[in-house]
C-alpha cells in the first residue's frame, strides 16, 4: 500500500496546514484506534508531546479521534520521545503517539506512533492506518456505551526518570560533577536538570522556559553555542544539549568543543566491549557516519553495519542482528538493553558513567578518533527530481573514482525538505571540497532545467 501522509519519521509537516491539521489529526487517530483495538480488553494510547503551540491543537483531535474509536487515552503532556515509547510498555498500552517535529521549529509539528511493544510502528502499519483514514465511515465509531474515556497521567516523568537512574551503575554518582544542560525549552525542559540533579551532579539549566514558540530557537543540540557558553563561563565539566523530544544529543566537553554522535558511539560501544557486553561485537550506524569511527571500530575487532539515514533504520538492523547499540552522527543513540528508541539522557548517562569510572574528563574519553575530514551540503532544489538519472550517475561514479578508497560520496534527498543532501569525505581538503563543488552544481542545473 501506498503512503502519502507518513514519511520516515511519522506525519510531519507545518502546522494548521495539511497534513498537520486538526482534521488529519481526528481521522488518525479514529483508524489507528480502530485498528489497534484488538481482544476484549480496556485498550488505552499514552499521548505525548513536546512544548510547541500547536502541540494542544493536535493533542486533543487525537484524543478526540481515539476515543471515538473506543479507546481509552492516558494524556502525559510534555515528555520527551523516548519517554512515549517507555511509557506505551510500562502502561500496558497498545499504542504510543509522540507530537513532535524534533529539532524543527516551533512553527511546524508532527505524529510518531509507537506499537504497545514501544517500537516505531511498520511502513505496512503506516500504510494500513493512512489508507483507512480515508476511508473510514461511521462504522468505525465505537458504540455510545464504548467511547472512550481520557485521563492525565500526573506521574509518568517521575515513572521515566526512575527507569533511566536504574540504567545508571549504583555504586557510582555524579557527586562533584558541574552539567550544563540545554533542554532546547523542548519536551525534557521539567525531566532532564531534575534527573541529573537527583545522581548528584550540580546543574546549570538552559533553556527550561518554553512558551509554545522558543523550541529549538537558538538553543538546543542544533544551536550548541548556548550550552558552549555556559560551560566556559561556569566552569562545567561537559554540557549537555538536547533537540527539541529529547531524542538525541550533542555533547560539549569542558573546553567547549563538540562531542558529536559519532565519538558517542566510539565511546559508549568501547566501554561496553571492556565489561564484555557488546552483542554480536558490532556497532550499526547510517551511511552518513564519519569514515574515522569505522577505521577506529575496526580497529578494536567491532565490526559496522551501515543503514540509511533514519533511526528507524538503525533500529531495524539492530533487532535483525541482535545488537545492542546503534544510532547517528546527529546524536540519535539507540541503548537497546535500556530502551527501544533513540534517547538524548539516557545516552548522556552512559557517557557520564564511563566519565565518572575512569576518572577522565570529557575532553580525552570523547576523542576517540581523529575524523576523517567531512563536509554536508544541502542543495535547494526548485523542484522534486531523482538522482538515479543516467546523467546523475555517472557524474556521480566520476566523482567517487577521484575520491577512491579513502573518501565517500553519499547523496540523498531529505525526506522533509526540499533540498539535496551532498556528503563528502576525504583526508585531502582540496579534493573534498572540489567533489562538493562538482556535485552540488550539476544537481542545481539538473533542478533548474527539469
Do not use: W
Not at 58 to 72: H, R, W
Not at 89 to 94: F, M, N, T, V
Not at 150 to 159: F, L, N
Not at 280 to 292: E, K, R
Amino acid at each position: 500500500m501506498k503512503r502519502e501522509l507518513f514519511g520516515t519519521d511519522g506525519i510531519r509537516g507545518t502546522a494548521n496546514t495539511h497534513p498537520m491539521t486538526a482534521e488529519v489529526a481526528l481521522a488518525l487517530g479514529r483508524a489507528a484506534g480502530q485498528i489497534f483495538r484488538r481482544g476484549d480488553h480496556a485498550h488505552r494510547v499514552v499521548i505525548g508531546k513536546d512544548t510547541r503551540l500547536s502541540g494542544y491543537m493536535i493533542e486533543n483531535a487525537l484524543t478526540a479521534g481515539f476515543t471515538s474509536a473506543g479507546m481509552n487515552v492516558i494524556l502525559v503532556g510534555p515528555m520527551p520521545t523516548p519517554a512515549v515509547a517507555f511509557l506505551a510498555r510500562s502502561l500496558r498500552a497498545d499504542l504510543g503517539v509522540m507530537v513532535s517535529a524534533s529539532h524543527n521549529p516551533y512553527a511546524d509539528n508532527g505524529i510518531k506512533l509507537f506499537g504497545p511493544d514501544g517500537f516505531k510502528l511498520s511502513d505496512a502499519i503506516e500504510a494500513e492506518i493512512e489508507a483507512l483514514m480515508t476511508s473510514m465511515d461511521a462504522n468505525g465509531h465505537a458504540a455510545p456505551d464504548s467511547i472512550g474515556r481520557a485521563t492525565r497521567y500526573e506521574d509518568a516523568s517521575g515513572r521515566y526518570i526512575e527507569s533511566l537512574k536504574s540504567s545508571f551503575p549504583r555504586k557510582i554518582s555524579l557527586s562533584g560533577i558541574r552539567i550544563a544542560v540545554d533542554c532546547a525549552h523542548g519536551a525534557a525542559y521539567h525531566i532532564a536538570p531534575d534527573l541529573f540533579y537527583e545522581l548528584g551532579a550540580e546543574v546549570i539549566r538552559i533553556g527550561t522556559a518554553p512558551d509554545g514558540r522558543n523550541i529549538n530557537e537558538n538553543c538546543g543540540s542544533t544551536h550548541p553555542d548556548a550550552v558552549r557558553k555556559a560551560v566556559i563561563e561556569n566552569g562545567a565539566d561537559l554540557g549537555v544539549a538536547l533537540d527539541g523530544d529529547a531524542d538525541r544529543l550533542v555533547l560539549v566537553d569542558e573546553t567547549g568543543a563538540d562531542v558529536d554522535g559519532d565519538q558517542v558511539l566510539a565511546l559508549i560501544a568501547s566501554a561496553m566491549q571492556d565489561r564484555r557486553i557488546l552483542r554480536g561485537n558490532a556497532v550499526v550506524a547510517t551511511l552518513m557516519s564519519n569514515l574515522g569511527l569505522e577505521t577506529y571500530l575496526e580497529g578494536r575487532g567491532i565490526e559496522l553495519l551501515r543503514t540509511a539515514v533514519g533511526d528507524r533504520y538503525v533500529v531495524e538492523k539492530m533487532r535483525e542482528r541482535d545488537i545492542n547499540i546503534g544510532g547517528e552522527q546527529s546524536g540519535h543513540i539507540i541503548l537497546s538493553d535500556f530502551s527501544t528508541t533513540g534517547d538524548g539522557l539516557l545516552a548522556a548517562l552512559q557517557v557520564l558513567a564511563t566519565m565518572v569510572a575512569s576518572g577522565r574528563r570529557l575532553s580525552e574519553v570523547g576523542r576517540c578518533f581523529q575524523r576523517v575530514p567531512q563536509q554536508l551540503r544541502n542543495v535547494r532544489i526548485e523542484q522534486r527530481i531523482s538522482v538515479d538519472t543516467p546523467e546523475i550517475q555517472h557524474m556521480l561514479d566520476t566523482e567517487r573514482s577521484r575520491l577512491g578508497r579513502k573518501g565517500r560520496l553519499i547523496v540523498r534527498p531529505s525526506g522533509t525538505e526540499p533540498v539535496i543532501r551532498v556528503m563528502v569525505e576525504a583526508e585531502d581538503q582540496g579534493l573534498l571540497c572540489d567533489v562538493i563543488d562538482t556535485v552540488s552544481d550539476a544537481i542545481d542545473r539538473h533542478s533548474r532545467m527539469g
